[in-house]
């Protein structure tokens, strides 16, 4: 019961700080959107660069990887398209990492705590 009431209270102080909780957010999704945060795989010879909004701001492939898409055999060809897709997965895990743990820093600065469990679903 005392649990219940404990919750109640705090939605209740959630909720009249609730325009200061949205400027912060917004605060943190600004910082998120500028925030840059790079994959890769095959040892470096695919970079993706991923902002923390999930956009991707650019791909690099070393030579090598050109040679291999354009004149390689299928299963080159096949290896080469693994290597981006890996480096842009690995980019984007990176950035819903940053975000989980920007919005875990942003709650616990506003006196939330969110349960671990979200962050990690964040993330």
Request: hydrophobic share 45%; net charge neutral; with cysteine.
């Amino acid at each position: 019961m005392f649990d219940k009431l404990k919750q109640a209270t705090q939605m209740a102080g959630m909720l009249k700080d609730l325009p200061k909780l949205q400027a912060k957010l917004a605060e943190v999704r600004e910082r998120l959107a500028a925030t840059k945060v790079e994959g890769n795989a095959g040892g470096g010879a695919v970079r993706v660069v991923a902002f923390c909004d999930l956009r991707i701001e650019s791909i690099t492939l070393d030579p090598a990887v050109f040679r291999g898409i354009a004149t390689g055999s299928s299963a080159d060809q096949s290896y080469a398209n693994r290597m981006i897709t890996d480096a842009v997965n690995d980019a984007l895990l990176r950035a819903r990492a940053r975000v989980a743990e920007e919005i875990g820093r942003a709650a616990k600065e506003s006196g939330i705590d969110l349960p671990a469990n979200l962050l990690e679903q964040l993330g």
